[in-house]
């Protein structure tokens, strides 16, 4: 059950991420009125931030699951 609440996570964070920058971007072409350069920018970087704090979450949870381990021992 850990791990399906795991992959729910990082999925949401993925994707909060994504959609949160897009608007971001969104917004700004519509200020600026360009063509989706922004709104393609940002998607970038929300994919990019939200690889890297899934990737944060992971190891993270590497970490813990670590410490458990040797506590046991």
């Known amino acids: 059950m850990e791990y399906v ?7 949401l964070t993925v994707a909060g991420s994504i959609l ?11 200020w600026f009125h360009t063509r989706g ?3 393609a920018i940002f998607i ?9 704090t899934a990737y944060r979450q992971i190891l993270d949870m590497e970490k ?5 381990k040797r506590k046991q021992h």
Do not use: N, P, R, S
């Open 64 to 68: 813990e699951a670590y410490k458990w």
């Open 44 to 52: 970038i970087l929300g994919v990019i931030g939200g690889g890297y």
């Open 5 to 11: 609440i795991l992959v729910t996570q990082l999925g």
């Open 37 to 39: 350069i922004f709104t």
């Open 20 to 30: 949160f920058c897009f608007a971001i971007g969104y917004h700004i072409d519509k």
